[in-house]
C-alpha cells in the first residue's frame, strides 16, 4: 500500500496525538486521588496504545482493517460510584478529567479530518473505528464527571 504525502502527513499528526494521549493518561494516572479515575485513566492510556500501534502499522505500509465488532457495541460503561477523596483532591482529579476531555474532543476532530482526506475505504473505515473509541472515551470521562458533580 502506498500512501500520498497528504495521508502520510495526516497519520504523522494522529501518531504524535496518540503519544500525547498516552503520555497524558500515564501522568494522570499517576496524580488522580480517586482510584476509580486511575483505572480509567490507565484503561485510556491502554487503548491509546492500540490507537498508535495501528497508526504506526499503516505508517509501515500495512492496510490495517479493524474487527467487526462495532466501537459503540464495546464501549465500556463507568459504573456511578460516587468519589470519596477530599474536596481539594476532587477538584485536582476534576481538573484532570477536564483536561483529558479536552484532548479527547482535539483528538476525535483530527481523525474526523483525516477519514476524509484518505483514498482508501479500509483505512478510512479504520480510523472511523479509532475515532468512535476516541468518541467512547470522552464520554468514559464525561460520565466520571457527572457521576461526581464535576461537569458544568
Known amino acids: 500500500m502506498t500512501l500520498t504525502q497528504k495521508e502520510t502527513s495526516l ?4 501518531k ?9 493518561y500515564g501522568k494522570y494516572s499517576d496524580a488522580a ?3 476509580e479515575l486511575k483505572t480509567l485513566f490507565t484503561n485510556l492510556k491502554t487503548n491509546e496504545q492500540k490507537h498508535l500501534n495501528t497508526i504506526t502499522e499503516i505508517l509501515s505500509g500495512t492496510e490495517v482493517k479493524m474487527p467487526e465488532a462495532s466501537p459503540s457495541a464495546v464501549s465500556a460503561k463507568l459504573e456511578c460510584k460516587v468519589s470519596g477523596v477530599s474536596a ?7 481538573y484532570l478529567c477536564r483536561d483529558a476531555l479536552s484532548m479527547e474532543k482535539h483528538v476525535s476532530s483530527v481523525y474526523n479530518t483525516g477519514i476524509f482526506e484518505f483514498s482508501s475505504p479500509t483505512l478510512r473505515d479504520t ?3 479509532i475515532q468512535k473509541e476516541e468518541q467512547n472515551h470522552g464520554e468514559m470521562l464525561y460520565n466520571y464527571l457527572s457521576c461526581n458533580n464535576m461537569y458544568s
Not at 481539594?88 to 476534576?94: H, I, S, T
Open 11 to 14: 497519520l504523522q499528526d494522529l
Open 127 to 129: 480510523l472511523a473505528h
Open 33 to 35: 486521588h480517586d482510584p
Open 16 to 24: 504524535s496525538q496518540e503519544q500525547i494521549c498516552i503520555e497524558k
Open 88 to 94: 481539594g483532591e476532587k477538584q485536582n482529579d476534576a
